[in-house]
Structures are given as structure tokens and as C-alpha cells.
């Protein structure tokens, strides 16, 4: 796994500028909030599992991609009445992923996701501290600590809510984040948290949406996420936009190949 988004900082300063702070308008607030309204929407109307929306051709490729033990990843574009929504000052990132695990449950995969304690050592090394800070039946808040590590390391403190809901074959779960700030100097006597909103903005926001599915002798398992970042400066965007466009994707292979590993072994 690749964290290539640490090496942006580096590669400014080897081409002799200096990439500012980025400060989180409220502009771009409200953008991200209207992508996730429409999104969300979608959501609560459409198929259960994307995939199942998909045309036969692609549906079938896609289900047998997952029998086959890989996942299945796509990049779906909400629009508003039929149109983009624009991000100033920023860039949303929209993806879903789907795995399918044989002889998996959707109890055995609730444990891991609600497991908040262990995150940090389920998910790491990109989860570097993780606590569960309440629960209210199926309702949690719960501190993540993000560490992306290639040559110098980018630290990011965050916190969540999630809310989960359980049918006879199907549960969900949707995760907010409530709280972002980078850290400097990690793991020191001088670590500080950077000004919320005004730091390096790779990444301003994050929502998660779990679904699983018991069907076909197992349990499919769709992870998707919509993150807000800065947008890209003007004349960076050789050195930015390859790595500020890729973390989302792989954080979300990440999470979702470690989480069926982990029924794997279990099953």
C-alpha cells in the first residue's frame, strides 16, 4: 500500500516553492453538504447495493469480479437536477467499493466495524490511534487518528458519529465525520494540532456508508465514501493533483480489503 499524498509537501520544496496553507471556506462547506444531501437521497431510493443498478452486463462482470475474491470499485458522480455540483475552493471525492466474503455474517462483520478500540490495530498502519468514545444503543462517536507515511508522514486527529440499522438480511451503517485537524510533530513533546480548516486541507471532511447484504451463501459488503479536500492550486497541479486525487481511493481499497481479510479468516 501507498501513501504517494506525504511526498506533496516534499516535491514543492524540491521544485523551489512553497505550497501554502489552504483555508476551508464556507462556500465549500456548503457544497460538500448539498453533494451529500443529494447522495444520501440516492441512497435511501435506489438498490440496496450499487451494483445491483448497474446494467446486466456490468452487474454480472462485477459479481463475478467479487466471487473471483477481488473487489469491486467505482467512482459515481452525484449531480443536482441533472447537474454537476461546484466545489469552490475544494474537490469532493466520491467512491464505492463492494467485496464478497463466502460464508460470512453480518454479526461477525459488526463486530469489526463497531470494534472501535481495535481500529488501530485492524486497520493500520493508516489507523494510528483509535478510541470509542460513547455508545447509545446503535449510535457511536469514536476518535480516529490517521497517520500516511512515504518519506514524511501527514497526521490527521478526526472524529465520527455512526449510526447503525439492522433488517433480517441487511444492516447499515453511516458514518460522519464531526471533526478533522492535521497534527504537527507527531508523537512528540511538541505535537499541536493545526486551526481547523486552515492547514494543509487534504482532508476537510469524510462520510462513510456501510452496507451489508447476506445473499448467494455469504455476505456482500459495500463501502463507500465521500471525502472533501482542497481543491488544487494554480500551477500545481503536476505535483498535487495525482496524489490529492488518489488517497481516496486508496483508503477506501484499504479499509475494505483489510475488512475482508478479516472475514476471511474468521470464516
Same mark, same amino acid.
Given at each position: 500500500?501507498?501513501?504517494?499524498?506525504?511526498?506533496?509537501?516534499?516535491?514543492?520544496?524540491?521544485?523551489?516553492?512553497?505550497?501554502?496553507?489552504?483555508?476551508?471556506?464556507?462556500?465549500?462547506?456548503?457544497?460538500?453538504?448539498?453533494?451529500?444531501?443529494?447522495?444520501?437521497?440516492?441512497?435511501?431510493?435506489?438498490?440496496?447495493?450499487?451494483?445491483?443498478?448497474?446494467?446486466?452486463?456490468?452487474?454480472?462482470?462485477?459479481?463475478?469480479?467479487?466471487?473471483?475474491?477481488?473487489?469491486?470499485?467505482?467512482?459515481?458522480?452525484?449531480?443536482?437536477?441533472?447537474?454537476?455540483?461546484?466545489?469552490?475552493?475544494?474537490?469532493?471525492?466520491?467512491?464505492?467499493?463492494?467485496?464478497?466474503?463466502?460464508?460470512?455474517?453480518?454479526?461477525?462483520?459488526?463486530?469489526?466495524?463497531?470494534?472501535?478500540?481495535?481500529?488501530?490495530?485492524?486497520?493500520?498502519?493508516?489507523?494510528?490511534?483509535?478510541?470509542? %468514545?460513547? *455508545? $447509545? &444503543?446503535?449510535?457511536?462517536?469514536?476518535?480516529?487518528?490517521?497517520?500516511?507515511? #512515504?518519506? /514524511?508522514?501527514?497526521?490527521?486527529?478526526?472524529?465520527?458519529?455512526?449510526?447503525?440499522?439492522?433488517?433480517?438480511?441487511?444492516?447499515?451503517?453511516?458514518?460522519?465525520?464531526?471533526?478533522?485537524?492535521?497534527?504537527?510533530?507527531?508523537?512528540?513533546?511538541?505535537?499541536?494540532?493545526?486551526?481547523?480548516?486552515?492547514?494543509?486541507?487534504?482532508?476537510?471532511?469524510?462520510?462513510?456508508?456501510?452496507?451489508? %447484504?447476506? *445473499? $448467494? &451463501?455469504?455476505?456482500?459488503?459495500?463501502?463507500?465514501?465521500?471525502?472533501?479536500? #482542497?481543491? /488544487?492550486?494554480?500551477?500545481?497541479?503536476?505535483?498535487?493533483?495525482?496524489?490529492?486525487?488518489?488517497?481516496?481511493?486508496?483508503?477506501?481499497?484499504?479499509?475494505?480489503?483489510?475488512?475482508?481479510?478479516?472475514?476471511?479468516?474468521?470464516?
Amino acid at each position: 500500500m501507498t501513501y504517494r499524498w506525504a511526498f506533496v509537501p516534499l516535491l514543492a520544496l524540491a521544485a523551489g516553492v512553497t505550497l501554502s496553507a489552504a483555508e476551508l471556506q464556507p462556500g465549500t462547506v456548503a457544497a460538500f453538504d448539498r453533494y451529500v444531501r443529494a447522495t444520501e437521497g440516492q441512497l435511501r431510493a435506489g438498490p440496496f447495493l450499487r451494483v445491483d443498478g448497474l446494467g446486466p452486463a456490468r452487474r454480472d462482470e462485477a459479481l463475478a469480479l467479487m466471487r473471483r475474491g477481488e473487489l469491486s470499485i467505482d467512482a459515481p458522480k452525484t449531480l443536482e437536477a441533472g447537474r454537476e455540483i461546484e466545489v469552490p475552493g475544494g474537490m469532493i471525492h466520491h467512491w464505492v467499493g463492494t467485496a464478497f466474503v463466502a460464508g460470512a455474517t453480518i454479526d461477525q462483520t459488526l463486530t469489526i466495524l463497531q470494534d472501535y478500540d481495535r481500529h488501530e490495530r485492524i486497520y493500520a498502519p493508516v489507523v494510528a490511534k483509535s478510541k470509542s %468514545l460513547s *455508545r $447509545d &444503543g446503535d449510535r457511536f462517536r469514536f476518535f480516529l487518528r490517521f497517520a500516511m507515511k #512515504r518519506v /514524511i508522514t501527514v497526521v490527521v486527529n478526526s472524529e465520527h458519529e455512526a449510526i447503525f440499522t439492522r433488517a433480517s438480511d441487511r444492516a447499515e451503517g453511516w458514518i460522519h465525520s464531526t471533526r478533522i485537524a492535521e497534527v504537527e510533530n507527531a508523537n512528540t513533546p511538541d505535537e499541536r494540532e493545526r486551526p481547523v480548516g486552515n492547514d494543509g486541507g487534504y482532508l476537510w471532511r469524510l462520510n462513510t456508508y456501510w452496507r451489508l %447484504l447476506a *445473499r $448467494d &451463501g455469504g455476505l456482500y459488503i459495500q463501502c463507500e465514501s465521500i471525502s472533501l479536500t #482542497r481543491g /488544487i492550486p494554480t500551477g500545481f497541479g503536476w505535483i498535487v493533483g495525482p496524489f490529492v486525487t488518489s488517497i481516496p481511493r486508496e483508503s477506501l481499497t484499504f479499509t475494505l480489503e483489510t475488512t475482508r481479510k478479516q472475514l476471511v479468516r474468521q470464516s
